[in-house]
């Protein structure tokens, strides 16, 4: 009997520790997917910003039937005293238009459609901008932009730009993200001086 029972403990130790084997502690290394966009996104986007150019997004961005990329230039060096993020110095969006891209949508020193300069923004020139996006089921493509730093003779405010249906291209909304602002033709400060 003393035998069957240490036959059997044995056999029961040997299956454990052939079934711990097989398995590890250790986190297993993830595969990151490859982008879901065509080569010509990739094309059109280094031709916009060169190597450093990096597709963040792509599809029916604005839920207007057409394809669009979301393309960003990342920050070089993340200042220490801020917070990680994606901070990028220019970002835009391209547009699928027959056989070429268009730029819908600039953000660099200031934020910019084919209209001009999207209302609600420093009158300074900004040198890189922290951007979070998210997507609306059914708005699209939501973007907040908010300077790196206080700009001259202003103060640091996110500035939400999103596809507005009605004109067909992309503006800010104003500081309770309700209503679309229009373009400026020009970013000039009022002389209040007379």
Known sequence: MRRVLA???????????????????EPQATKVA??????E???AAEKLFGIEAEVITYGDLAKNGKQQALVVSRLKIRPETMQP????????????????????????EHLKNPKG?????????????????????KDGLEMYF?????PA???IQTYEVRWNPAVKRYETLDRNYKDFLKEL??????NTEQ
Do not use: H, N
Not at 7 to 25: F, P
Not at 34 to 39: C, I, V
Not at 146 to 150: A, C, E, I, N
């Open 153 to 155: 003779g202003g103060y």
């Open 41 to 43: 996104v990739e094309k």
């Open 146 to 150: 908010t300077p790196l730093q206080k």
């Open 117 to 137: 300069f999207l209302g609600g923004q420093p009158v300074a020139a900004i040198g890189g901008w922290r951007l979070q996006t998210e997507t609306d089921p």
């Open 85 to 108: 993020g994606l901070l990028v110095t220019r970002a835009v969006i391209i547009q699928k238009a027959d056989d070429s891209w268009d730029e819908v949508f600039l953000c660099d």
């Open 7 to 25: 036959v059997a403990l044995m056999s029961a130790l040997t299956m454990m520790v052939a079934a711990c084997s097989g398995t590890s502690t």
């Open 185 to 190: 033709p020009s970013l000039e400060p009022i």
């Open 34 to 39: 490859a982008p879901a966009y065509p080569p």
